[in-house]
């Protein structure tokens, strides 16, 4: 294949130099491929090596042979120009023939060596970089100016930005009116003259709804929430795809611009999904050698009234054959109805019946609330609830003789945000999360009024390549203000170890010491502090080691007062990556307090935090 100057055009890149002919009978003969790359550029080789269609064959039949062999000078072309190389020579031979000036029909039916040599040719630079007109605030990429290297990639990316400039500004038929991408050969330079025809400004039109069978049209319309009469926005449509999504109705969800303007200035748009199974049965399971098994299952309905509104009941049995607690269980009820008041808020209803039984006190308790989350952007989410809680339940010595028993009401108010910038929900790799949440009460007759306030921040760096090491840190706090401590539901008070605060410790087992007469019982604190930090490290592709340490401390009325202690465990981990979150395998000790002591085991799904 020889040099030649031609004009060529880079936004639409397309070399079809060959197609692909099917030779009956043909017999599996291929001996091996030459790859060359003259020049000695290691960048510029491993690239045309990840193109390489002939690299890549499985195949030994010979037509699939002359067949890649044909479709590799399009395939190293392109690959070429995304590095701003626009003067290659392309040999690619079949038994010493070249590929290209063989005839489909005169395929051989035997291939026994394939030669690939490539002279990647002089780095293009750009000369010219005109897009216009642009729209205010459009920023191109920083390669794209005169002096910089001539990639492909680096011109489609800005086309690709002025044309969006445009649409973000209402725009929506944006488009490339014209073009002209010289190459000057001689120069090595690369001339770049785009001009846009930005069109009218667009507002929103009628939205069609299709492939709803059994959610109601006037549902999806509400939820996706498209602002008809608005100016049109890219952004509008991607929202309104996601909040399609989020409720969990439909497996896949698309939006597609209308072709032709409705007068005067309208764009219409059509809004097809594709339903999900309507119900799920979920089990979990969790095991720790020191809290017992976890047993979790849960029955969702995704669209109860045909209105996207989900329905989830779901029990636990926890701490089952646990060493120092007896058996808990759980049985509750949610419903979730989507776009209430506006297009990102739903209102949520829920009541739970629990029974704990924590060694040194049992518990009765029903809980119930109304209240509404807001989703105020794919990171940030709001909520708000009223509820009210009954808890009854005794409370017990060391030597688990009764002491007591106690009665709890309350009306709660509970406001939370959560900002979640982490890479992904199960291993994260980058980012930060942040769940805070504050809780006003009012107690009703011996129960105290007051306000409970909780933070936990999780942060994540990665480093090396592909992140294969990640250094992972946890910071809880807790308090209640307004309350005294035995006047607080016990519920409400905090208590640490086990696998959500210090791994090594027993469950809750580090509290505040109450004396009762000759003997004393064990309560949560209204302080509490937890911090951990792990090392994550990726062996193989599956699999990963952790090592750990965690640390807890808990006081009563004042941080770090004389009625609080500390304590800290350590320990290593085992990780296997199944694609939806890794199997988690951690073996802990205590390091540090009086709460406990040997070594303990926990088995999960996902990260610890």
């Keep these: 294949m020889s040099r030649s100057v031609l004009r060529k055009t880079l936004l639409g890149l397309s070399v079809c130099l060959a197609a692909s002919w099917v030779v009956p009978n043909a017999s599996a003969a291929l001996d091996g491929v030459t790859f060359k790359v003259a020049g000695g550029d290691e960048d510029v080789t491993a690239t045309l090596r990840g193109a390489s269609l002939l690299l890549a064959l499985e195949s030994t039949e010979a037509d699939d042979i002359f067949a890649a062999a044909r479709g590799e000078y399009g395939r190293l072309i392109g690959a070429l120009y995304a590095k701003g190389r626009y003067s290659p020579v392309i040999s690619v031979k079949i038994d010493g023939r070249e590929a290209s000036s063989i005839a489909p029909l005169d395929a051989p039916s035997r291939v026994g060596k394939v030669e690939v040599s490539v002279e990647p040719g002089p780095v293009f630079r750009f000369s010219k970089t005109r897009i216009d007109p642009l729209a205010r605030g459009t920023d191109l990429p920083s390669d794209f100016k005169p002096g910089e290297v001539a990639e492909s990639d680096v011109v489609r990316q800005a086309v690709d930005a002025a044309v969006e400039g445009w649409r973000d500004k209402g725009y929506a038929k944006a488009e490339v009116a014209n073009q002209s991408v010289v190459a000057d050969h001689r120069a090595s330079q690369l001339a770049v003259d785009v001009g846009l025809a930005p069109g009218p400004r667009l507002r929103f039109g009628a939205v069609a709804i299709e492939g709803n069978e059994r959610t109601r049209t006037n549902r999806v319309r509400k939820i996706a929430g498209l602002p008809e009469g608005e100016r049109f926005s890219p952004a509008e449509i991607e929202r309104a795809a996601n909040r399609l999504r989020r409720t969990g109705t439909f497996s896949s969800v698309s939006i597609a611009e209308d072709e032709n303007v409705t007068p005067p200035d309208l764009l219409g748009t ?31 309905h995704r669209n109860m009234f045909r209105g996207a509104e989900k329905l989830v009941i779901d029990a636990e049995i926890a701490q089952i054959a646990a060493q120092n607690t007896g058996v808990d269980y759980r049985l509750g009820l949610s419903l979730e109805r989507p776009a209430t008041l506006t297009p990102d808020t739903t209102l949520r209803f829920s009541v739970e019946y629990a029974h704990l039984d924590e060694g040194f006190f049992t518990a009765d308790g029903v809980e119930t609330s109304i209240g509404f989350s807001h989703v105020f952007s794919d990171e940030l989410t709001g909520r708000i609830d009223i509820g009210y809680e009954h808890i009854d339940g005794e409370f017990f010595a060391r030597d688990r003789s009764r002491i007591g028993s106690f009665l709890y009401r309350t009306l709660t108010l509970p406001v939370g945000v959560t900002w979640d910038k982490r890479d992904s929900k199960t291993d994260a790799k980058k980012g930060f999360y942040i769940d805070a949440e504050v809780k006003p009460f009012l107690g009703f007759g011996t129960t ?55 791994r090594g410790q027993p469950y809750q087992s580090l509290g505040i010491t109450v004396p009762a007469g000759a003997s004393s019982y064990t309560i949560g ?69 009086k709460t406990g002591k040997g070594v303990q085991i926990y088995v999960g799904l996902g990260q610890a935090f």
């Design 525 to 593: 604190g209204n302080r509490f502090l937890a911090g951990s930090l792990e090392a994550r490290m990726k062996v193989t592709e599956n699999i990963g080691v952790v090592g750990f340490v965690d640390a807890g401390r808990v006081d009563q009325d004042a941080f770090f007062g004389a009625n609080g202690d500390w304590h800290a465990g350590a320990g290593f981990g085992l990780r296997y990556d199944t694609g939806i979150g890794p199997i988690r395998l951690d073996v802990a000790a205590p390091v540090s307090g």
């Design 270 to 300: 059509t809004i097809s999904v594709v339903e999900e199974k309507p119900r799920r049965l979920s089990f979990g399971a969790e095991l720790s050698s020191l809290d017992g098994l976890n047993l979790k299952a849960s029955w969702m």
């Design 448 to 502: 105290g009024s007051g306000l409970r306030a909780y933070g936990d921040l999780r942060t994540y760096y990665g480093v090396g390549e592909e992140d294969k090491l990640v250094f992972a840190g946890r910071v809880q706090a807790g308090a209640v203000f307004g309350s005294t401590l035995l006047n607080t539901p016990r519920d409400d008070l905090f208590l640490s170890g086990g696998g959500g605060t210090v």
